[in-house]
C-alpha cells in the first residue's frame, strides 16, 4: 500500500523526517486507518536522549510533525472528496504550530506507533491531534494547525 | 568558554541534539547571554525539509528542545544563587512541553540564532520562550515547560 508521503511531489519530497528523495534522512511512512491515520517507527540507538535508553526530544517532535503533516493532507482530501492524488497534486501541508506534551520517556529500539485524528477543517487549515505509544503505552502527545501550501 | 551543556553529568549527555558523548549528533552548544541564553548553529543540508533549501520541521523543533532544556538549567541555578556546577551536578532538566510556532520558512546552511527568556521558575519548573532567527528575522517561536529531573 503506497503511503501517504509517496503522493508528495518530487519538489516537495526531499524532507530529511519523511521524504523519498532524502538519501539520509527516517522516510516516515504514514497511512489512513479508519477514522484515523497511523505510522509506525522504530528509532535508530544514536537518536537518543540524554540518557542512551530513550528517544531525543527533537525525534519525538520530528516524527509527530512529519505524520502530523501527511495526515493533513489526507483528512483534507477526505473533507473535500478528492483522492490523495489529487489533493497532493496541487498543494502540501505545512506545520503552523506544533505543540507536543511529553507524558514519559519514549524508548529506543521499540516500535512506536503514532496516531493522528481530525479535529478541524477550516479553509486551509487542518487541526488535529496526535498520539505517539511504545507497548501500547501513550509516551506524547500533540497537537497540530497544518496550512496548506499552494502549489 | 564552557557550554551548558559541557556541565551535564556523563550519563546525561548521550543527546542526539546536544550531547558530547553521542559522536553522531548535533552538539549544540548553549550559553548565558546576559538576560538570556543563546546558541548559534548551521543546519547541515542533508536535515532539509520538503523543500532542499529550508531546515525540516523536526530539526527547528530540536534545536529549541536542547536549548530550551539547557537553558532551563541555567535560570534555575540564577534563581536559587547556584553555579551550574551545583545545579547539574544534582539534575537535568527535561521537556514536560514544547510548543513551536513556525513563523517563516528557517534556512538551511544559515547560521541560526536561538534565543530563550526566562518567563518563570516554580519549584521543580520552568517557564521560557525562545526565538529562532536566521539573518536578523526570527522564523520561530517556541514556549516550553521544562521540569527537573533529581539525580
Redesign the interface.
Known amino acids: 500500500m503506497k503511503a501517504i508521503q509517496d503522493y508528495?511531489a518530487e519538489?516537495?519530497?526531499?524532507?530529511?523526517?519523511c521524504?523519498r528523495n532524502?538519501p539520509?534522512?527516517h522516510h516516515l511512512k504514514s497511512y489512513p486507518d479508519g477514522e484515523q491515520t497511523i505510522a509506525r517507527f522504530t528509532v535508530p540507538e544514536?537518536?537518543?536522549?540524554?540518557?542512551?535508553e530513550h528517544v531525543?526530544?527533537?525525534?519525538v517532535?520530528?516524527?509527530l510533525?512529519?505524520h502530523g503533516?501527511a495526515s493533513a493532507a489526507y483528512f483534507a482530501a477526505q473533507n473535500e472528496g478528492l483522492s490523495l492524488d489529487e489533493e497532493l497534486g496541487r498543494c502540501?501541508f505545512?506545520?503552523?504550530?506544533?505543540?507536543?506534551?511529553?507524558l514519559q520517556p519514549t524508548p529506543i529500539a521499540t516500535e512506536l506507533v503514532i496516531r493522528a485524528s481530525l479535529r478541524a477543517v477550516e479553509g486551509r487549515k487542518v487541526q488535529l491531534e496526535m498520539t505517539m505509544s511504545a507497548a501500547g503505552s501513550i509516551t506524547a502527545k500533540a497537537e497540530m494547525l497544518a496550512v496548506r501550501l499552494q502549489n
Do not use: E, I, W
Open positions: 508528495y519538489k516537495y519530497s526531499h524532507c530529511y523526517g521524504g532524502n539520509q534522512g544514536q537518536y537518543t536522549g540524554g540518557v542512551p531525543y526530544g527533537g525525534m517532535a520530528s516524527l510533525d512529519c503533516t502540501r505545512v506545520t503552523a504550530s506544533l505543540k507536543v506534551d511529553f
